[in-house]
């Protein structure tokens, strides 16, 4: 009863059925092959394509949500992915919404991303954004990341962090290059015989 006018109005499948029992298995999506869904909780919808040419999975909201002040929503999906390696997520803006102002901010979803999916929503010019449960609300396209070398991936640095986590994480940390030329530039000062040490090598060390 509770997904029967959802139903009727198009917003979800008509072969949709609401989980009985919660198998948080990891769960291959139709018509694909590049990722995996696992679902959180009974109000889990696993994302799905209406056909197989399609481009994009629709992804759901899991619960009711009311957008800030701003027009911003941050919906809840209680779904996480996993990728093949090599892959990663976009969330992208349907058509249904662009029509209505509204708009998926952010989305990439990095493939060493462990967390519960969110879609950031905005609609500035109408702020009374309201989102239903059940309700698509974006679509999710996989991509292959051109740019990953065994040498580089490390799926365990970013876990369960998201929302800009990975600014803070590249500032907090320095890469090996960067460490072996402070350790030999502070090796120098230390060990020069010029007892006077500069202002610019004070703040070196």
């Not at 779904?79 to 390696?85: A, D, G, R, W």
């Not at 991303?113 to 999710?140: F, S, T």
Request: with cysteine; aromatic share 6%; charged share 30%.
């Amino acid at each position: 009863e509770v997904t029967k006018p959802l139903t009727e109005a198009h917003i979800i499948h008509p072969w949709y059925k609401p989980i009985e029992t919660l198998d948080r298995s990891w769960q291959m999506p139709n018509h694909s092959s590049k990722f995996q869904v696992q679902l959180l909780t009974k109000k889990a919808i696993i994302p799905n394509k209406a056909y197989a040419s399609d481009a994009a999975w629709d992804i759901f909201a899991a619960e009711d949500c009311v957008a800030n002040e701003n027009g911003v929503a941050i919906v809840p999906t209680h779904i996480k992915l996993q990728y093949e390696k090599g892959y990663y997520g976009q969330l992208k803006t349907k058509s249904s919404q662009a029509i209505k102002g509204i708009t998926v901010l952010g989305g990439i979803l990095d493939e060493g991303y462990k967390g519960e999916i969110k879609v950031i929503l905005q609609r500035a010019l109408q702020p009374d954004l309201k989102i239903k449960q059940g309700e698509k609300v974006a679509q999710l396209i996989i991509c292959k990341n051109e740019d990953v070398t065994e040498e580089n991936v490390h799926l365990e640095e970013r876990g369960i962090r998201g929302f800009g986590s990975s600014g803070k994480w590249a500032k907090d940390s320095e890469t090996l290059k960067d460490r072996e030329k402070r350790l030999k530039q502070i090796l120098n000062i230390t060990t020069s015989k010029d007892p006077e040490i500069t202002l610019e090598q004070k703040e070196q060390l």
